[in-house]
């Protein structure tokens, strides 16, 4: 049986370029979605897939991120109650490999998400921890992107039935792409991932990848693909904050036709469907 997962990384160190000049004053993560900063929800859905411990990855310049939990004089409570949060600063931008390696505790698996990857629908993360719990190893969450915008993500090449990954390639041209599956920002990752991790070197645009730790598994430890149906949005950039922010709001203000688990919000269901303009890695 496969060990259990209490603690999660989420990755806040990045720049926030693509969302300039809103951050060169306000963390990308804490820019708000509908009533709440991006980050909130990522922290919900950690809390309610039964993760204990969050390690929240910062960077330089970025002490707002702290100060948000730490104000005592908001009556709101923004962490979950039960959920513990640590704080460990990435001091340069070597990429989402090398900002999990620092919030990663040793000799155990780990959960990451990136905030800035808002998902709409049934709780991502529980969906992996229950695949690790059936099939061990790793699991990541994919979803199909239109074969042309394959090279704005990491991309994986599965087995026939679709749960096993065989590979997986990072940022690759549409021409040798080995599938449109994209990883969307939420891992479980084993302990194997993270020893590999520990001694990556840079690869693509000097950064240490995440994905090649997580493809030098595949043979050992094993990972699994999950298909994610609900909704993502990337709110790394304008586009995706604003579709983020009236979809979120849609579900705020729908009447409820009946209680349902927290885990399992309603989707939104607007009336024309608009695919956020994504990237699976922070920037």
């Known amino acids: 049986?496969?060990?259990?997962?209490?603690?999660?990384?989420?990755?806040?160190?990045?720049?926030?370029?693509?969302?300039?000049?809103?951050?060169?004053?306000?963390?990308?993560?804490?820019?708000?979605?509908?009533?709440?900063?991006?980050?909130?929800?990522?922290?919900?859905?950690?809390?309610?897939?039964?993760?204990?411990?969050?390690?929240?990855?910062?960077?330089?310049?970025?002490?707002?991120?702290?100060?948000?939990?730490?104000?005592?004089r908001l009556t709101y409570d923004c962490a979950p109650k039960g959920l513990t949060l640590e704080f460990v600063e990435q001091r340069e931008p070597r990429g989402l490999g090398d900002a999990v390696r620092c919030g990663a505790p040793a000799g155990e698996p780990i959960a990451v998400l990136l905030p800035d990857e808002l998902l709409i629908g049934s709780n991502c993360l529980a969906q992996l921890l229950e695949r690790r719990e059936r099939d061990g190893g790793s699991a990541i969450a994919v979803q199909r992107v239109p074969r042309a915008e394959v090279n704005r993500y990491g991309i994986v090449d599965v087995d026939g039935g679709m749960e096993r990954v065989r590979g997986v390639i990072e940022k690759p041209h549409p021409d040798i792409a080995p599938s449109d599956l994209a990883v969307i920002g939420r891992y479980v990752l084993d302990e194997e991932v993270l020893e590999?991790?520990?001694?990556?070197?840079?690869?693509?645009?000097?950064?240490?990848?995440?994905?090649?730790?997580?493809?030098?598994?595949?043979?050992?430890?094993?990972?699994?693909?999950?298909?994610?149906?609900?909704?993502?949005?990337?709110?790394?950039?304008?586009?995706?904050?604003?579709?983020?922010?009236?979809?979120?709001?849609?579900?705020?203000?729908?009447?409820?036709?009946?209680?349902?688990?927290?885990?399992?919000?309603?989707?939104?269901?607007?009336?024309?469907?608009?695919?956020?303009?994504?990237?699976?890695?922070?920037?």
């Open 1 to 72: 049986m496969a060990s259990r997962i209490r603690t999660a990384v989420i990755p806040a160190g990045g720049l926030g370029t693509r969302l300039l000049p809103l951050t060169r004053a306000v963390p990308k993560e804490l820019l708000p979605v509908w009533r709440r900063p991006v980050l909130d929800y990522a922290l919900e859905e950690a809390a309610v897939a039964g993760i204990e411990r969050v390690v929240i990855i910062t960077a330089p310049g970025k002490e707002a991120l702290q100060t948000y939990f730490a104000d005592r």
């Open 196 to 283: 590999r991790l520990q001694s990556a070197l840079p690869t693509l645009n000097g950064e240490i990848q995440l994905t090649d730790s997580i493809a030098a598994t595949c043979r050992s430890a094993g990972v699994s693909a999950v298909r994610y149906d609900g909704r993502r949005f990337d709110c790394g950039n304008f586009a995706g904050l604003l579709q983020a922010n009236i979809a979120v709001s849609q579900l705020d203000e729908a009447p409820a036709a009946a209680p349902r688990p927290l885990d399992q919000p309603a989707a939104i269901q607007p009336a024309a469907e608009q695919p956020a303009d994504a990237e699976a890695s922070a920037a």
